[in-house]
């Protein structure tokens, strides 16, 4: 599967972006799907996970009840709404697939095999 992330900009502190990933071919329902991030010298980290239904998700504490992930197997697309968003959001977001057997609570970014390129947010105070 490749992976086509887009969406990703500059805000202002306590507004939103919504990132997109579109996916190819036509196997999308055999992938979990994954957010995660990196910011400047810092290591990637887990942002959210759904499953290749979209009936469970998955979220690190840092943007527990202000980013929600969505996927609409339709369109091969998976969401990422960010709300509320802080200065510290600020990061290269990626979009990552995984065997819909994975487990979503696996956050290491090696559990993903497959990644596409990183769309830059950032957030100004």
């Known amino acids: 599967v490749q992976l086509q992330a887009s969406g990703g900009g500059l805000v202002q502190a306590g507004g939103s972006l919504r990132l997109s990933c579109a996916a190819s071919?036509?196997?999308?329902?055999?992938?979990?799907m994954g957010w995660f991030r990196q910011a400047p010298g810092k290591e990637r980290e887990f942002v959210a996970s759904?499953?290749?239904?979209?009936?469970?998700?998955y979220y690190a504490d840092s943007v527990k009840g202000r980013f929600t992930i969505s996927r609409d197997n339709t369109k091969n697309t998976v969401y990422l709404q960010t709300n509320s968003l802080k200065p510290e959001d600020t990061a290269v977001y990626s979009c990552?697939?995984?065997?819909?057997?994975?487990?979503?609570?696996?956050?290491?970014?090696?559990?993903?095999?497959?990644w596409g390129q990183g769309t830059q947010v950032t957030v100004s105070s």
């Open positions: 759904i499953s290749w239904s979209g009936g469970s998700t």
């Open positions: 990552a697939a995984t065997s819909r057997s994975s487990a979503l609570f696996m956050t290491t970014p090696e559990r993903y095999p497959y």
């Open positions: 071919g036509r196997t999308f329902l055999s992938y979990n």
